[in-house]
């Protein structure tokens, strides 16, 4: 059974840093993209980045660019969205998603930001 | 971007009749490869978005075969033949195509 558990979301400061992490198991990870989308409050989902198999190829939303970086560790099986400058805007539930088109979904992790 | 728009934005129907959403997208995602990258997805009520159509047209593991999607070029539709309780939430629809990804602003489906 495909298994994606997100952690590391939470409360920050405009400014501020979160690095989000995905735990996979049930599938073998390596083999596939990876992604991360989001929904925010009374808004609707969006996709926010995803990356290759082996992580040469990552590709962003342009509110993101410059800011989140994802990237992932095949060995731990394992997913990750470093998001640096956050703004209020970010705030939002973060899914981390199998395939570079979502198919499985895991749970989300809420992040927010707010002074 | 590619600007995905949905109609309607809410849907209330009566349990055991069908349901149509329509998505159009503002540019063809049919692919060089032959395939069209057009999906559909429902967030229930406190769960996480799940995929139920795939490639236009294919049910993801798992899905009931009431639910099925047809369409071409820019113009897709969702269809549930006999919508049940358990088929209320969000539905979205979102290309494949181009980055970045884009979602259509969803159809919020309640039982009547």
């Known amino acids: 059974e495909v298994q994606l558990v997100e952690s590391g979301g939470g409360l920050v400061q405009p400014g501020g840093s979160l690095r989000l992490s995905c735990a996979a198991s049930?599938?073998?990870?390596?083999?596939?993209?990876m992604s991360w989308v989001r929904r925010a409050p009374g808004k609707g989902l969006e996709w926010v980045a995803n990356?290759?198999?082996?992580?040469?190829?990552?590709y962003y939303v342009d509110s993101v660019k410059g800011r989140f970086t994802i990237s992932r560790d095949n060995a731990k099986n394992s997913l990750y969205l470093q998001m640096n400058s956050l703004r209020a805007e970010d705030t939002a539930v973060y899914y981390c998603?199998?395939?570079?088109?979502?198919?499985?979904w895991g749970q989300g992790t809420l992040v927010t930001v707010s002074s | 971007d590619i600007v995905m728009t949905q109609t309607p934005l809410s849907l209330s129907v009566t349990p055991g009749q069908p349901a149509s959403i329509s998505c159009k997208s503002s540019?063809?995602?049919?692919?060089?490869?032959?395939?069209?990258?057009l999906f559909w997805y429902l967030q229930k009520p406190g769960q996480s978005p799940q995929l139920l159509i795939y490639?236009?047209?294919s049910r993801f593991s798992g899905v009931p075969d009431r639910f099925s999607g047809s369409g071409s070029g820019t113009d897709f539709t969702l269809k549930i033949s006999r919508v049940e309780a358990e088929d209320v939430g969000v539905y979205y629809c979102?290309?494949?195509?181009?980055?970045?990804?884009?979602f259509g602003q969803g159809t919020k489906v309640e039982i009547k």
């Open positions: 990356i290759k198999q082996d992580g040469s190829e990552k």
């Open positions: 540019q063809s995602l049919l692919h060089s490869d032959g395939k069209t990258y």
């Open positions: 490639e236009v047209s």
């Open positions: 998603a199998t395939g570079g088109n979502p198919g499985y």
């Open positions: 049930g599938f073998s990870f390596s083999s596939y993209w």
């Open positions: 979102m290309q494949g195509v181009y980055l970045p990804r884009t």
